[in-house]
């Protein structure tokens, strides 16, 4: 099965620019001429090297900062108004838990602010930390779970509302790669389930050949887009997927557009090649 998601923007950025200042003095520009669009239902990466601005644009989509340039849209209105619409998930590179509440009551929290009732937001929060296995943790608090488990409590937490917008900052990095591999496809499962709109940011480029409709790749600081990589992998995706030539392919693409545009880092690079040279071995590439 191909994708066949509409391309009709839910997100439109033009010329957004984001600097930072002292005073009257800019200090930094991390942004600088950003134009993209977002299709409904699709599923975007953004990735560059540190410090290239990808966390400060999914911020600027989900309002937390604004833009100094440019115009953004979401869901054909503000971001500001989508916001406070509740259009947003977030899921941020540290849990942000309150240790005071429980894994379950961390989970069913923006479920009550909803105004779920009790059954149903605690058959929700079961389902949600079902499915990011820790269905058996309900009652512990963050303090007493590792910092990978309680990254899972956050993803749960985001996906308990099925938000029309999912903003995803480097949200598998505390995890090890096994439960990392996991959590693509099952984030993968409930995308292609619910139709909701994914940006995600990641340094790793098999993640986001894996999990993406686009990647859009971006420079070092002052952080542009220097390319958008359609990922043209057939759909649903499986672990099969990462042992398939055109997997490779894309894979290097998105290296090359990383290097070219100043943006590869080593850890990037060395995860990539890792990846390469292990099924090269194993024979799956010729």
Same mark, same amino acid.
């Given at each position: 099965?191909?994708?066949?998601? *509409?391309t009709?923007?839910?997100?439109? #950025?033009?010329?957004i620019?984001?600097?930072?200042? @002292?005073?009257?003095?800019i200090?930094?520009?991390a942004?600088?001429?950003i %134009?993209?669009?977002?299709?409904r239902?699709?599923f975007?990466?953004?990735? $560059?090297? *540190?410090?290239? $601005?990808?966390?400060?644009?999914?911020?600027i989509?989900?309002?937390?900062?604004?833009?100094s340039?440019?115009?953004?849209?979401?869901?054909?209105?503000?971001?500001?108004? =989508?916001?406070? %619409?509740?259009?947003?998930g977030?899921v941020?590179?540290?849990p942000?838990l309150f240790?005071?509440?429980?894994?379950?009551?961390?989970v069913?929290?923006p479920l009550? !602010?909803?105004?779920?009732?009790?059954?149903?937001?605690?058959?929700? =929060?079961? +389902? #949600?930390?079902?499915l990011?296995?820790?269905? %058996?943790?309900?009652?512990?608090?963050?303090?007493? /779970?590792?910092?990978?488990?309680?990254?899972?409590? =956050?993803?749960?937490? &985001?996906? &308990?509302?099925?938000?029309a917008?999912?903003l995803?900052? +480097?949200?598998? $990095?505390?995890l090890d790669e096994?439960t990392?591999e996991r959590?693509?496809?099952?984030?993968?499962?409930?995308?292609e389930?619910t139709?909701?709109?994914?940006?995600?940011?990641t340094?790793? !480029?098999?993640?986001a050949?894996f999990?993406?409709?686009?990647?859009?790749?971006?420079?070092? @600081?002052?952080?542009?887009?220097?390319?958008?990589?359609?990922?043209?992998? &057939?759909?649903?995706?499986?672990?099969?997927?990462? +042992?398939?030539?055109?997997y490779?392919e894309?894979?290097t693409e998105?290296?090359?557009?990383?290097?070219?545009g100043?943006g /590869?880092?080593?850890?990037?690079?060395? +995860?990539?090649?890792?990846?390469?040279?292990?099924?090269?071995a194993?024979?799956?590439?010729?």
């Amino acid at each position: 099965m191909t994708d066949t998601r *509409s391309t009709q923007p839910v997100v439109r #950025m033009t010329g957004i620019g984001k600097t930072f200042s @002292r005073g009257d003095q800019i200090v930094t520009t991390a942004l600088e001429g950003i %134009d993209l669009e977002i299709g409904r239902g699709e599923f975007v990466s953004l990735i $560059g090297p *540190s410090g290239c $601005g990808k966390s400060t644009l999914l911020r600027i989509v989900g309002d937390l900062i604004e833009p100094s340039s440019g115009e953004i849209t979401v869901n054909g209105k503000t971001a500001r108004r =989508a916001r406070l %619409d509740r259009d947003y998930g977030m899921v941020f590179q540290a849990p942000v838990l309150f240790d005071w509440r429980t894994v379950e009551d961390n989970v069913k929290l923006p479920l009550e !602010i909803l105004g779920w009732d009790g059954p149903r937001r605690t058959a929700r =929060a079961k +389902e #949600m930390l079902d499915l990011v296995e820790l269905g %058996d943790f309900l009652k512990h608090h963050p303090y007493q /779970l590792s910092g990978g488990m309680q990254q899972r409590v =956050a993803i749960a937490r &985001a996906l &308990a509302f099925e938000p029309a917008i999912l903003l995803m900052d +480097e949200p598998f $990095g505390a995890l090890d790669e096994m439960t990392r591999e996991r959590m693509n496809s099952e984030v993968l499962r409930i995308w292609e389930r619910t139709g909701t709109t994914i940006i995600f940011v990641t340094h790793s !480029i098999p993640e986001a050949v894996f999990l993406s409709s686009r990647v859009v790749v971006m420079s070092a @600081r002052t952080g542009r887009i220097t390319k958008v990589v359609s990922v043209d992998l &057939a759909r649903p995706r499986t672990d099969d997927t990462r +042992e398939e030539r055109r997997y490779f392919e894309l894979v290097t693409e998105v290296r090359e557009a990383l290097r070219a545009g100043g943006g /590869l880092d080593d850890a990037a690079a060395l +995860e990539a090649a890792g990846s390469v040279e292990r099924t090269i071995a194993d024979g799956a590439v010729g």
